[in-house]
């Protein structure tokens, strides 16, 4: 009797292009580089893609967890599905292949599962801390968003300065719009693309707490630069950047979100914050800064300390907020790379200079370290951790898993 032919069924990894804001965060933490991007979609390349899953976790919407269970020879292909607007249908002829294949063989399971390969790919936490408050996510996507009223807009940064930061306030009126300090929320701007789409949306990080930029009211905040030069420092025009920046007091913006589960703030009052961040990447360190100013009184006794980069003073978004803190409130330390006559100095350079303080929080289970900005601060801020650490007697090999298993080392680097 012959055998049956063995029929190749995979389970495809894809992602989902409705709900996907384009933040790139799964290609960055994918350990093997099977995803990719063009100017439509993030996409997973099925010939390269060994299931391991370490780009679920990160995710802040959840459009990376969709598969589809497909005859291995017909895999969607990298092209099809930088074309889609939506995810296809599950073919019901690679199940019903699977399912006969699974009964020739007497097998019980008609699923498959990932590799079982073991891979610790994310530099940072992909849980929140114990003690973060639950968070709401998705409540509004690209299908059903919802509309928030501008109340105020304000450029933060000199009006001499190169670099324009606008802080950039929305009103969601009575409409439940929940959010925790560390979230993210997504503006779709209006128009469309060159090829008559409309745009995707873009993602901008709260820089107000869970109450709201003005305590009690519905409303959020976004630290927006104006997007004039792209990575390659060519001229260019962000989309979204500049739309957002020309608002005027009463125009509506359509929100989708909120977004983020992981980089949350410890709720616990005793929990100490090492805050390390540039440019607008300053907006979660403001947000978790002002909820625990607010509290202050109510038995908040944890430290905050916190390392700003940015190319001068005048660049800096909320400089003079920030030098009016109070000193036993935060500990506050500037870096600025491009002063007049001043050697350039960076994020990781004024944390070597206060190596002795950033030791004893390292040595304390209840800090939580918080980096956010350009991609390119990402590994001098860890080197300069690790050299902090083994300085001061701590085992940084082992000191920097446990910190990424207990929820206590985010990064939020673009």
Not at 5 to 17: A, G, K, T
């Amino acid at each position: 009797m012959n055998a049956p032919v063995p029929i190749e069924v995979l389970r495809q990894h894809l992602i989902d292009p409705e709900i996907c804001i384009r933040c790139n965060t799964c290609e960055e933490t994918c350990p093997i580089d099977a995803i990719t991007h063009d100017d439509n979609n993030y996409v997973v390349k099925a010939d390269v893609c060994n299931g391991c899953m370490a780009c679920v976790s990160p995710c802040p919407t959840g459009a990376i967890d969709n598969w589809r269970t497909v005859l291995k020879a017909d895999a969607y292909s990298i092209d099809e599905q930088f074309s889609w607007d939506e995810l296809p249908a599950q073919n019901t002829t690679a199940n019903a292949a699977l399912d006969a294949t699974a009964q020739a063989n007497g097998d019980d399971e008609t699923g498959e599962t990932a590799s079982g390969i073991e891979v610790d790919a994310a530099r940072g936490s992909t849980v929140p801390p114990w003690s973060a408050a639950k968070p709401y996510v998705n409540l509004y996507t690209h299908k059903a968003p919802t509309t928030a009223t501008v109340v105020g807009n304000y450029r933060l940064t000199d009006e001499l300065a190169d670099s324009d930061i606008h802080h950039i306030v929305l009103d969601f009126g009575t409409l439940p719009f929940p959010v925790l300090e560390g979230q993210s929320i997504g503006i779709l701007p209006p128009g469309t693309t060159k090829d008559g789409k409309p745009h995707h949306a873009r993602q901008y990080s709260l820089a107000s707490p869970r109450d709201g930029e003005r305590p009690r009211y519905n409303n959020v905040s976004l630290t927006v630069k104006r997007v004039t030069r792209d990575y390659q420092d060519n001229a260019t025009d962000g989309v979204c950047s500049n739309y957002l920046c020309d608002l005027k007091k009463g125009d509506k913006v359509t929100v989708i979100g909120p977004f983020g589960s992981t980089f949350l703030m410890p709720n616990h009052p005793d929990s100490h914050l090492l805050m390390i961040c540039t440019g607008t990447g300053s907006a979660p360190m403001r947000a978790m800064t002002e909820y625990r100013r607010r509290r202050r009184l109510k038995g908040a006794t944890g430290k905050l300390m916190l390392f700003f980069g940015a190319r001068t003073k005048e660049e800096l978004p909320y400089f003079g907020p920030l030098t009016n803190l109070p000193k036993d409130f935060i500990d506050t330390n500037l870096a600025f790379s491009r002063t007049p006559g001043q050697p350039k100095r960076y994020v990781q350079d004024a944390m070597r200079e206060r190596a002795v303080d950033i030791a004893q929080l390292l040595k304390s289970d209840g800090t939580y370290i918080y980096v956010c900005g350009l991609k390119g601060m990402e590994d001098g801020v860890l080197q300069a951790l690790q050299e902090i650490a083994e300085r001061n007697g701590l085992d940084w090999a082992t000191l920097w898993p446990r910190l990424r298993r207990e929820g206590r080392l985010h990064l939020e680097t673009y």
